[in-house]
């Protein structure tokens, strides 16, 4: 029986199809669909049923299938074991932000992959929360500040962030200097979400309102530089366009409170050596402090 054959298996019945599972493995969907006839046809029985919206397990699919995860999972473990100090192999799978993942995680895979060379990493950008088990990822970067889950979290550096408008947004409507005077202004935000500023000690709950908005900080960007409002944007997205005074920051007395950026992974009693060796690099990166 081959390890292969049953990690293949698990892709499809945890994505609910050949063609997503062949693009979580990375491999075709032939090749898919061969390993898993080649699985049924050792165990001598059939482990999945074509249906009109994919496929679907068997009373015996939806048995195995908790057995080849499991076994796959003591394979992984035991490579893990026996492979020399440092060295990593198999596939690591990240979902990372869209608006802060390609400049500021992104260098980050690139360099893991670069010191294990037998290692395939794929890197899936988007701001949307990926469910992590469903959609067969190892893991998912985080910023911002963590809803409660039932995922394994570790705070890998803080993130500091402020509110920017542009000098032309400013001349035409002032200044906002207290988070009451941010609610009269145009702001520019992801939904109908709840800001948090900073006060003292505390933190306080405002809930402005805006007609520019956007699933993603890059996009906020593009609008506060066309001074359509004001923004609430990670350092490392704005310091640039500050320097340059594109943008400059407003409410300075009273800044978002600082978030944080994460690694998450599935529950488990211990992660995979390649989740904590991005977990560690990362670390490494960003906890000094100057994200």
Not at 34 to 41: F, V
Not at 104 to 112: D, G, I, K, R
Not at 260 to 279: E, M, N, S, Y
Request: aromatic fraction near 6%; proline fraction near 7%.
């Amino acid at each position: 029986m081959e390890i292969d054959d049953l990690r293949t298996f698990v892709e499809v019945a945890d994505a609910g199809g050949v063609t997503p599972a062949a693009q979580r493995l990375g491999v075709s969907k032939s090749m898919v669909s061969r390993r898993i006839a080649r699985l049924e046809a050792e165990l001598g029985v059939q482990l999945v049923a074509r249906t009109t919206r994919g496929i679907a397990l068997t009373e015996e699919g939806a048995t195995f299938r908790d057995y080849a995860a499991r076994i796959s999972a003591e394979i992984d473990a035991a490579r893990e074991t026996i492979l020399p100090a440092g060295e990593l192999r198999g596939r690591i799978r990240v979902a990372a932000p869209l608006s802060f993942g390609p400049t500021h995680f992104a260098p980050v895979l690139s360099q893991m992959a670069r010191r294990h060379p037998q290692l395939q990493v794929i890197s899936c950008y988007t701001d949307r929360f990926v469910d992590l088990i469903t959609e067969g990822f190892d893991c998912a970067i985080r910023i911002g500040y963590l809803p409660d889950s039932n995922l394994v979290a570790r705070r890998v550096g803080p993130l500091y962030g402020r509110f920017v408008a542009s000098p032309e947004y400013v001349a035409a409507n002032g200044s906002p200097e207290t988070p009451d005077e941010l609610l009269k202004h145009e702001a520019l935000m992801q939904g109908t979400e709840t800001w948090q500023v900073t006060d003292g000690d505390q933190v306080l709950n405002i809930r402005p309102q805006g007609r520019f908005k956007a699933d993603n900080g890059v996009a906020l960007l593009a609008a506060a530089l066309e001074g359509l409002g004001i923004a609430r944007l990670p350092n490392g997205l704005t310091d640039q366009h500050v320097a340059s005074r594109e943008l400059v920051e407003v409410m300075p007395k009273y800044p978002p409170p600082t978030a944080g950026i994460f690694v998450v992974r599935p529950p488990g009693q211990h992660p995979a050596k390649k989740v904590r060796v991005l977990t560690e690099m990362l670390i490494e990166c960003f906890d000094s402090g100057s994200s």
